[in-house]
């Protein structure tokens, strides 16, 4: 039966148990790389099974439309894969170069971000009763304004280009446009929700708690915890916290707000 295969052609009957194995892997290949096959066809063939025996096993053939690129180990699988990964380690490293170096830094042509983030949001709303914000006036300082948004993204994406370009796998561009976008719009979300709950589905998850206490402790201290939607940039860079060592006055305990007051009962306050 291994005859019947190509570099262009795969095979599989339904009559032998040779077919039925080749029926499980075509089977694979046709769920996941099913853009990539032009044309089906069934025939019956008359097959030698064991040297002497002739049977005759329906062959189902498939033709593919870019053999180069996909094959029974699926690569383009396997890239996205890749780039989800990479994508998800790039933009926790992004957030926190960004807010540490550009929203908490003055630097030259950027110190809209350092004076709507660091002057403004920081000034407004610290780690106490502050932090869930009630005023009107000061819920307009807890977003990004909305051009910045795309504007993130886009920068996000020029060192993606070159690592497209050379390695001329779009995927990669695809999963990364897609990811950035996704992460840096739950960094908004996220965002909102922690200064401004509301009760949301979002709000009741352990993760969000978790979340809730790692920006909590950003505003007490706004040296560390800089990473908003996954804290691991802030991990391997040593700004992590996830208890202070001296007691401070944080918002009422309850819902999305954990307990973070440090463990040793004898630490002073703050
Ligand atoms: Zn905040
Ligand atoms: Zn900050």
């Not at 190509?6 to 996941?32: P, T």
């Not at 996205?80 to 994508?87: F, H, K, R, T, V």
């Not at 206490?213 to 940039?233: D, E, S, T």
């Amino acid at each position: 039966m291994g005859g019947i295969h190509s570099n262009s052609w795969a095979g599989l009957g339904g009559a032998s148990f040779q077919g039925h194995f080749l029926y499980e892997r075509l089977a694979l290949r046709v769920d996941i790389c099913s853009k990539k096959f032009t044309a089906l066809h069934v025939t019956m063939k008359k097959v030698s099974v064991s040297g002497h025996t002739s049977k005759y096993a329906l062959i189902v053939s498939v033709r593919r439309k870019l053999p180069t690129h996909c094959s029974m180990d699926n690569p383009t699988t396997a890239l996205i894969g890749l780039g989800i990964l990479c994508s998800l380690f790039y933009c926790t490293a992004f957030e926190w170069f960004m807010h540490r170096y550009i929203m908490h830094r003055r630097v030259t042509g950027l110190q809209f971000a350092f004076v709507r983030h660091t002057r403004t949001h920081h000034r407004l709303i610290e780690g106490d009763h502050t932090y869930h914000v009630s005023d009107p006036e000061i819920e307009k300082h807890i977003r990004m304004p909305l051009w910045a948004g795309p504007l993130v993204i886009g920068i996000t994406q020029i060192p993606v280009c070159l690592v497209t370009y050379f390695s001329q796998q779009w995927v990669f561009q695809g999963t990364s446009v897609i990811f950035c976008a996704l992460y840096f719009t739950a960094y908004e979300y996220l965002h909102y929700c922690m200064h401004l709950p509301k009760a949301r589905r979002v709000e009741k998850g352990r993760v969000f708690r978790l979340l809730n206490g790692h920006h909590i402790l950003h505003h007490w201290c706004m040296g560390k915890n800089f990473n908003v939607v996954c804290p691991l940039m802030d991990l391997l860079m040593g700004t992590l916290v996830v208890r202070p060592t001296r007691r401070f006055t944080q918002p009422p305990v309850g819902g999305p707000v954990p307990d973070l007051q440090p463990r040793n009962p004898q630490s002073k306050p703050a």
